[in-house]
């Protein structure tokens, strides 16, 4: 059996942003590609409500993505494909990023998991 982690914010998560709560896992997207996948792979969802890709949030730090990557892929270990969903959060005005800056976060996150499968 295969592992893909799937590494994300709220839409990775399964953020219903009716209840608060999440989405049922037949509804998530990463419960979607678990049913597609069928058993041959083990979908991992690793999603956090305002992720970030590389961005200290003002208020909730610990929100960015990179920190917490290298044990994310180290618990789940091992893995064949990630799956990575993050960058809307970046948006934000509080971070105050461009385009440019965005895309730079999304390299390092690639490249702590190149580094990692190396």
């Known amino acids: 059996m295969k592992?893909?982690?799937?590494?994300?914010?709220s839409n990775t998560y399964g953020f219903d942003p009716r209840s608060g709560l999440r989405y049922p896992s037949?509804?998530?997207?990463?419960?979607?590609?678990?049913?597609?996948?069928?058993q041959e792979y083990?979908?991992?969802e690793e999603g956090c409500n305002g992720r970030t890709t590389a961005f200290d949030d003002p208020t909730e730090?610990?929100?960015?993505?990179?920190?917490y990557?290298?044990?994310c892929l180290n618990t789940?270990?091992?893995?064949?494909i990630v799956i990575l969903m993050l960058g809307t959060n970046d948006l934000k005005n509080c971070f105050n990023v461009?385009?440019?800056?965005?895309?730079?976060?999304?390299?390092?996150?690639?490249?702590?998991?190149?580094?990692f499968t190396a």
């Not at 998530?28 to 049913?35: A, Y």
């Not at 789940?76 to 064949?80: A, S, V, Y």
Request: glycine share 8%; net charge positive; aromatic share 6%.
């Open 69 to 71: 990557l290298r044990p």
């Open 3 to 9: 592992t893909v982690l799937c590494y994300g914010d």
């Open 26 to 38: 037949d509804i998530r997207w990463t419960g979607r590609l678990q049913q597609l996948l069928r």
């Open 61 to 67: 730090p610990w929100k960015n993505g990179l920190p």
């Open 42 to 44: 083990k979908v991992i």
């Open 98 to 115: 461009s385009v440019k800056e965005i895309a730079e976060g999304a390299g390092k996150l690639v490249d702590v998991i190149k580094e």
């Open 76 to 80: 789940h270990k091992p893995i064949d």
